[in-house]
């Protein structure tokens, strides 16, 4: 069974940070993109950034470009989304998912959550 597991979320205060893990198990993603979405409440899920399999290319939401930073590990089978100089707007729940493809309209495997807020 085919597992993505975010760990990291919480409490911040505004310019704080927080760095999100996505550890994925039950099969091995290194062939796969991975991605940071969130959503905030009585808002759509939006994308946030991803990376490629190689983790040559990432891709950034222009909300987040020089705040966050997405990583992986793929021996650990495990990305990494560092974010910086949080802000309020910033407070959402972030879900973690891969695909084959990074430009994918509808990611395949995703992950449950973890809460982030961000108190002004």
């Known amino acids: 069974q085919v597992q993505l597991v975010e760990s990291g979320g919480g409490l911040v205060q505004a310019g704080g940070s927080l760095r999100l893990s996505c550890a994925a198990s039950g099969r091995t993603f290194s062939n796969y993109a991975m991605g940071w979405f969130r959503q905030a409440p009585g808002k759509e899920r939006e994308f946030v950034a991803s990376i490629t399999w190689t983790g040559a290319n990432t891709y950034y939401a222009d909300s987040v470009k020089g705040r966050f930073t997405i990583s992986r590990d793929s021996a650990k089978n495990t990305m990494y989304l560092q974010m910086n100089i949080l802000k309020p707007e910033d407070t959402a729940v972030y879900y973690c998912?891969?695909?084959?493809?990074?430009?994918?309209?509808?990611?395949?495997?995703w992950g449950q959550g973890t809460q982030v807020t961000v108190a002004s």
């Open positions: 998912a891969a695909d084959l493809n990074i430009f994918s309209s509808n990611w395949y495997y």
